[in-house]
């Protein structure tokens, strides 16, 4: 189990999603979000140059490997939110994702000594190599049982 004390600014973690394929995007949208650019390939090629995800699905396919990978193995109490959460370009069949993960602060909480603030910020990148989505993420997590901090 990884906990507060585990992490520290500057640290990285790197991940890579699977691609969606187009049935999976209009599959997606019609459940979700069910919009012309996301359903219609027709309508999304005048518009985008071809069909996009929906914002949505990028940030689940995007939390996938974050989820799967990392948090699974930490003391996470919950997040926070996102703050700054942007789309910046669109999501493209077929197209997987570089997802990086950077540590900004660490930080423990003065009210409640058994956690603190773990906020990072997440980028995910397209095969150019340009930003898709970004996000910075505070996260609840606890600390590492012990005299000082229970």
């Known amino acids: 189990m990884k906990y507060l ?56 396919l995007v939390f996938e490997p974050v989820m799967k ?21 669109p999501l493209r069949p077929d197209q ?5 993960i950077k540590i900004n602060t660490v930080r423990p909480s003065r009210s409640k000594p058994d956690r603190g603030i773990l906020h990072y910020t997440l980028t995910a990148r397209g095969l150019s190599g340009e930003a898709v989505l970004s996000t910075d993420v505070p996260v609840m997590i606890k600390r590492r049982p012990g005299d000082d901090n229970a």
């Open 96 to 100: 997987p994702l570089d997802v990086t």
């Open 69 to 89: 990978e990392l948090m699974v193995g930490v003391a996470n109490i919950g997040g926070a939110g996102f703050d700054n959460l942007r789309w910046l370009r």
């Open 5 to 60: 004390e585990d992490f520290f600014v500057g640290q990285t973690f790197s991940f890579k999603t699977a691609p969606v394929s187009k049935d999976d995007i209009i599959e997606f949208a019609r459940r979700w979000d069910p919009q012309p650019l996301h359903m219609d390939e027709a309508h999304a090629t005048k518009i985008h140059g071809g069909l996009i995800a929906s914002g949505f699905q990028t940030m689940l």
